[in-house]
Every structure is written in structure tokens, then in C-alpha cells.
């Protein structure tokens, strides 16, 4: 409980600690000491008002206030003072409780201290009554100008086209540091100079710290392209501070000119590309420079395009689609031109807002003359089939085409493809006609008896244009080959197998060809030794059987060989028959022997060795010790009959 005397001597009566307080009564009396405070409480602390002014223009130490402590009667005491960033600012005089603050305090740095009294005995160092703490406000007073606290460029691109009341790009953001809520810290943002002075910028206020320039009319680039502007930041203390800070403005140039065609008068282009050329008075090479062209009317085939070329600024107009004009055509082309970026003019300061008011797009009309270009001669079919048959008479009329040309009616005709030579086109009419006998069976024939002509139609134009016309003949089929032996000669092992197949061939297609009806040509001779198995036939093969497998040699056998029309061929086969060893090959010598004869070589042979033996035997009988004189002797003693030497 404290209690504020008269001028604002506060007495400390009692705290909700204090247990004693319901003992605690006051009583005030006025003495020769202004007031005096009387109470029972164990407390009895005085002190007058604190009051702390930043800045002080005074004598330090200064006496700020005075401490009484009314237990004090009748011992040995010593005021103390403490608290956080108390030492070296405050103090307090031991005896006479007199404060002190001892330098220029800076609210701005330290906007209150926390003190804390103490009173204390001399002798035994203990407190008297307890400590008194509470905090004091340090008083602002108006030291502080408001500040510009953003990092200033040297200047600042603004577009012409900026529209009145959009900000500038040029934040300001201002600080005052004096105490908050008061007019010491409110700041107020004024321009305070600027060049030149139309348009006039002014500041808006977005905040508490955020300023923004804004203009009260437009930007005329080729008025003025540079802005000198000072502006000033004061608050509202008394005296005011205040800080200036300088800003410079570039004005950017943006669309104020409409494009304008250079030549006015009509156009006419033989070329396939044209340019057209404008004029635009804003920076070159800026949106408010660049053309942008379009058709106004001209091109609603979408035949044309026009481009902008961007070094030059000139449209190009070119043909992106293909018409044909079958004459020499005049095509008039409206074209318009405006600028990439919406033209913005600025007239008394002020933009024109009503788009009717502003200059109307410029246009040019252009005739093009489209040159017709010669057009092929047309065949009514592209390609065309002919049926023929092989072998005909040549003379004959294959094909007659059909050609139209808008542009010509002299057209010749050439023939591109003709593989064999066999026909010839008439020049004139493109009439195709044969000049051979076409020949089914020909190389030049593929494997569906097509045979392939390519004509060309050729006009008189420059340079002259062509057109072609595939003709395909169908060749049919006439019986103009016979059959062929695909083999001749033959070789049949007879101890391994009894017969040889035959095979035949006839190059014409059905019903020219196989099946084929074989027989011997000469019944006599091959009959004798060879067949023809009738269960072989299959109509383009046959089996010739050998009757009797130990006839070995050479036969020469002739067969004859019939097409289904009859249509027939003769032929001699050469065949071999012989004994063939394991691998199945012919021995070299033709062994021409039957079985009889080897049987009486055999029968020879044997009676020779019975022979032989006999005389041996009869040898061995009369064997002698062989001397010549005995030899005599033995001969005539003996007189036996016998063999004989
Ligand atoms: C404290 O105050 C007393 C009485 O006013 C005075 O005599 C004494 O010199 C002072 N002490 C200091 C340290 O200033
Ligand atoms: C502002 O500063 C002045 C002195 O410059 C001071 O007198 C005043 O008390 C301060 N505070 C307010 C809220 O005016
Ligand atoms: C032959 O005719 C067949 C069937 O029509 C076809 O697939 C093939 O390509 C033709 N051959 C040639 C060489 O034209
Ligand atoms: C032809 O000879 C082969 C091989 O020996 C045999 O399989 C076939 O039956 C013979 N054909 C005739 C018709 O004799
Ligand atoms: C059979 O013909 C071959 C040649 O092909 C020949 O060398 C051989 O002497 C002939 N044989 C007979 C018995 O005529």
C-alpha cells in the first residue's frame, strides 16, 4: 500500500506480505518538515516522486530524490541502493538516503531501471527493514528524427504508361525511434522539391513504416525523361526533426506513337516475298516500338502470313498455303499495324482513358499478283489394266488414255517404261499399240503374267509439266511350249533300288501344262528291259522300273511325253545301271559278266585244281634220290606201268 501525499510524496504504508497490517493505521500531522509519516508497521519507508527526463540538461551527479527510513531512530545505519544497470548511473548517500544520477540517461537505449533500496545496520550488517524495489520510467523527450531505413538506389525506372495513383517503384520506409504513439515518433512524408513539376508525385502512406510515391497525372516521355525529387520525413514534436533523402526518376519510354505505314499508296509485288515498312516515333526496339501487323481483310483463305521482322521492324508477308490460280490473279490485301504494348497517350497531363479518343490503327492495302504457274496435263485413270493374249499378232491396239490440261491443249505422249520393246505410243494420241508378239513366258513377265508400261503426258507450258499413266497387260496364257525333262541322264544302282524317277516341266500355265501322260517312244527295245509303273504317275513324274536287276550296262531308253493338250515331245534317257558299293557310287569298269559266266570261270577253275592234284599224287609215289646214272636204272628194273614223266 502506498500512499501519494500531497506533490506526489509516495509513502509505502504496508505490503500484502506484511502480516501486521491489520495493526497498521496512519496518521499524518504537519510539522516544520512539510509531512511526516507515522505507523505502527514495521515498515517506514519515505521517499519522494522519481521522476527521470532522458537527456537532462544539468550538473551531474544530479539529486533526483530523497530516502527516509523511520526505523532509523536510535541506530547506526546505511542506505544502499542495487538493481540491474543501477551502478555507475545511480547512487545513493549513505547517511542522508540523498539520491544521485550521475550521467545523461538515453531512453532510447534504456527505457526504465528496476531499483532496489536497502537499509542496513552499521555494526552488524543486517537489514533494518526490508528492501524497497520498483521500477522508473525514463521520460522521452523528442531527440530522435525520423530515419530512411531502406537502402536508397541512385534512381529508379518508371514506365511513361504509369497509371495516376499506382505506385512508383520507390518504397520508402521511415523510422522514428522516439517513443511509440507519440507525436515525437509520428512521421509525416512530404515531397519537399521536385523537377520538373508537372507531373506532380506525391507520397502515400501504407503503413506506419512504408511510404509509396504515386503521380497525380501521367508521364509525357517526350516531355520530360528524367525526375529530381527531395523528400522530406518530420515528425510531429516540438520542435519537429525532420531527414530529407533525394530520389531520382528515369522515365521508361512505353507505347505513346501508333505505328505508321511508310508509303501510302498502293503496292505490287511480282516477288513471292514483300515487306512493308512503318514508322513509330517511341524508342526503337522497346514494346512500344515493335509492330505487331494483321490482315484487316484479304486473306480469309489463310494463303498469306505476316510476320514482323524484328531487326527492321517491317512486316513480311509471305504465302504459307498453296491455291492455284488457274490464271494470273490480282488478290488485294488490307493489312493494320499497331504496336506489341496497348498504346497509352498522355494529353494535359492526364493519360486518355476513353479508347474511341485515341489515334485509330494504321492500315495499307496491298495488291499481290499472283502469277499462275503450268499445271501438269491430267490422266482420267492414273493407272489402267489391259487384258492380252501372248502370242497374238502384233499391231494390236493395248490401250487409248484420256488426258485433260485446263492451260494446254498441245500435249505429247512418251513412253517411260517398256521393258521388252513390244509396244510403241503414238505421240499424238497416246495410243499404245503392239509392235512384237508379247510373250507370257518373257522375264520381263512377273509371276501373275503382268507385264508393266509407264506412259508420260507432256504439256507445252514453261517449263513444260508431266504426268505418267501406269499401264499393267494381263498376258494370257496360249499352249506355245512343250514339256521338258528336268533330267536326262541317270544312274541305278541296282542292288539298291529297281527304278528311276522322271520329271517333266512346261513353262506355260494351265490349261497348258501337266499333267503330262509318259510312254516309251520306242515299244521294242525298252520294253525288253524296262517299265513304266503306272501307280507312279502324278502327273508331272514317273517311275521307269528296270525288270530284271542283274542287267547291268548302259541303255539309251526313249520316252515320250504328252501336255494336257496334247501336245507332245520325245526324249532319250540315258541310264546306267550297275553295282554300287556301300556309299552308293558306280564302280569305274562296267562289269558287263552274268552269273553263268562266272559260274563256268568258277567250274574251270576247279576242274584245273582237281587236275593238279591228281598229278601230284601220282608224283609223290615214286620219289627217288634224283642221280643221273640211277635214273636209267631205276627206270628200266622196275618196268611197272605207270604215268609216266
Ligand atoms: C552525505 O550527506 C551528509 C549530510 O548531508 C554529508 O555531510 C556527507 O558529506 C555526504 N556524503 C557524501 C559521500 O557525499
Ligand atoms: C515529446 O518530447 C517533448 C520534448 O521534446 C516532451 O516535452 C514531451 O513530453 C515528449 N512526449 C510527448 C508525449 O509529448
Ligand atoms: C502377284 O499377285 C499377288 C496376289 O494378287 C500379289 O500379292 C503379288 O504381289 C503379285 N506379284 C507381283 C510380282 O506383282
Ligand atoms: C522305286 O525304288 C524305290 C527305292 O528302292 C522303292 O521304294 C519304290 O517302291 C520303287 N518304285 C517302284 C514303282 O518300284
Ligand atoms: C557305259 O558308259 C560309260 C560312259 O558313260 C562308258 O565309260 C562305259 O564304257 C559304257 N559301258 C558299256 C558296257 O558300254
Known amino acids: ?181 507519440t507525436i515525437n515518433s509520428t512521421v509525416v512524408v512530404t515531397v519537399a522539391k521536385q523537377s520538373p513539376a508537372v507531373p506532380k508525385i506525391g ?54 506513337h501508333p505505328p505508321q505505314f511508310k508509303k501510302r499508296q498502293e503496292m505490287q509485288t511480282p516477288d513471292d516475298i514483300l515487306r512493308v515498312a512503318v514508322e513509330d516515333k517511341d524508342t526503337p526496339n522497346t514494346d512500344g516500338w515493335r509492330a505487331k501487323y494483321s490482315f484487316i481483310s484479304g486473306n480469309e483463305d489463310g494463303v498469306y502470313k505476316i510476320t514482323t521482322d524484328p531487326v527492321t521492324n517491317e512486316g513480311i508477308i509471305g504465302v504459307v498455303k498453296a491455291k492455284n490460280f488457274d490464271i494470273t490473279t490480282l488478290v488485294k490485301l488490307h493489312i ?14 492526364k493519360l486518355i482513358k476513353d479508347l474511341s479518343s485515341l489515334p485509330p490503327k494504321d492500315s495499307v492495302s496491298i495488291t499481290v499478283k499472283m502469277v499462275d504457274t503450268n499445271d501438269p496435263p491430267v490422266f482420267e485413270k492414273l493407272t489402267a489394266e489391259v487384258f492380252h493374249t501372248e502370242e497374238s499378232e502384233k499391231g494390236q491396239v493395248l490401250y487409248t488414255p484420256k488426258v485433260k490440261d485446263v492451260e494446254s491443249d498441245n500435249i505429247r505422249f512418251e513412253k517411260l517404261e517398256d521393258p521388252a520393246n513390244w509396244v510403241t505410243v503414238d505421240e499424238k494420241t497416246g495410243v499404245i499399240t503392239t509392235i512384237e508378239k508379247m510373250d507370257r513366258e518373257s522375264p520381263h513377265v512377273d509371276v501373275n503374267s503382268t507385264y508393266r508400261i509407264v506412259i508420260a503426258a507432256i504439256d507445252d507450258g514453261s517449263p513444260p509439266a508431266t504426268s505418267t499413266c501406269t499401264l499393267t497387260v494381263h498376258l494370257r496364257d496360249v499352249n506355245d511350249n512343250t514339256p521338258m525333262l528336268l533330267s536326262k541322264t541317270f544312274v541305278l544302282c541296282s542292288n539298291h533300288a529297281d527304278n528311276v524317277t522322271v520329271r517333266a516341266k512346261d513353262a506355260d500355265a494351265e490349261p497348258y501344262s501337266g499333267p503330262f501322260s509318259f510312254s516309251f517312244a520306242d515299244g521294242k527295245t525298252a520294253n525288253k528291259h524296262w517299265k513304266i509303273d503306272p501307280t507312279y504317275e502324278t502327273g ?90 640211277q635214273y636209267i636204272q631205276t627206270l628200266t628194273k622196275y618196268n611197272e606201268e605207270g604215268p609216266g614223266t
Request: with cysteine; net charge negative.
Open 336 to 349: 493494320g499495324v499497331e504496336n506489341v504494348e496497348p498504346l497509352t497517350v498522355c494529353k494535359n497531363g
Open 1 to 181: 500500500i502506498l500512499w501519494v501525499g500531497p506533490q506526489s510524496t509516495i509513502y509505502q504504508v504496508a505490503s500484502a506480505t506484511d502480516t501486521l497490517i491489520s495493526e497498521t493505521y496512519c496518521e499524518f500531522y504537519e510539522t516544520k518538515k512539510r509531512y511526516e509519516f507515522l505507523s505502527r508497521s514495521k515498515r517506514r519507508w519515505v521517499l519522494n516522486t522519481i521522476e527521470l527526463e532522458e537527456e537532462m540538461d544539468v550538473k551531474y551527479p544530479y539529486k533526483i530524490t530523497k530516502m527516509h527510513n523511520l526505523r532509523t531512530v536510535g541506530t547506526e545505519y546505511e542506505f544502499e541502493i542495487k538493481g540491474a544497470g543501477v551502478k555507475g548511473v545511480f547512487s545513493i548517500n549513505e547517511t542522508s538516503g540523498e539520491v544521485y544520477v550521475h550521467r545523461r540517461l538515453d531512453r532510447e537505449k534504456t527505457p526504465s531501471y528496476e531499483l532496489t533500496f536497502d537499509i542496513l545496520d552499521k555494526k552488524t550488517r543486517k537489514t533494518i527493514d526490508r528492501d524497497l524495489s520498483f521500477d522508473v520510467n525514463v521520460k522521452d523527450i523528442n531527440d530522435n528524427p525520423p530515419m530512411f531505413t531502406n537502402q536508397f538506389q541512385k534512381s529508379y525506372d518508371v514506365k511513361e504508361n504509369t497509371k495516376e495513383g499506382d505506385y512508383l517503384p520507390v518504397p520508402l520506409t521511415v523510422e522514428d525511434i522516439d517513443q511509440e504513439g
Open 540 to 629: 508331272e513324274e514317273v517311275g521307269i522300273v528296270l525288270l530284271k536287276k542283274s542287267d547291268y550296262g548302259n541303255y539309251s531308253v526313249p520316252i515320250r511325253i504328252q501336255d494336257k493338250q496334247g501336245q507332245a515331245m520325245e526324249e532319250k534317257l540315258d541310264i546306267k545301271v550297275c553295282k554300287c558299293d556301300e556309299t552308293g557310287v558306280c564302280p569305274k569298269r562296267t562289269v558287263g559278266l552274268g552269273v553263268t559266266a562266272i559260274g563256268i570261270i568258277c567250274a574251270g577253275l576247279l576242274a584245273f585244281l582237281v587236275l593238279l592234284f591228281l598229278l601230284k599224287c601220282s608224283l609223290s609215289r615214286y620219289t627217288y634220290p634224283i642221280k643221273d646214272e
Open 203 to 256: 507520397v502515400k502512406k501504407v503503413n506506419d513504416k512504408l511510404h509509396q510515391l504515386v503521380t497525380e497525372g501521367c508521364f509525357d516521355y517526350d516531355k520530360a525523361k528524367h525526375y529530381s525529387l527531395v523528400i522530406i520525413a518530420s515528425d510531429l514534436g516540438k520542435p519537429p526533426l525532420s531527414s530529407t533523402v533525394t530520389v531520382e526518376l528515369n522515365v521508361i519510354d512505353t507505347n505513346s
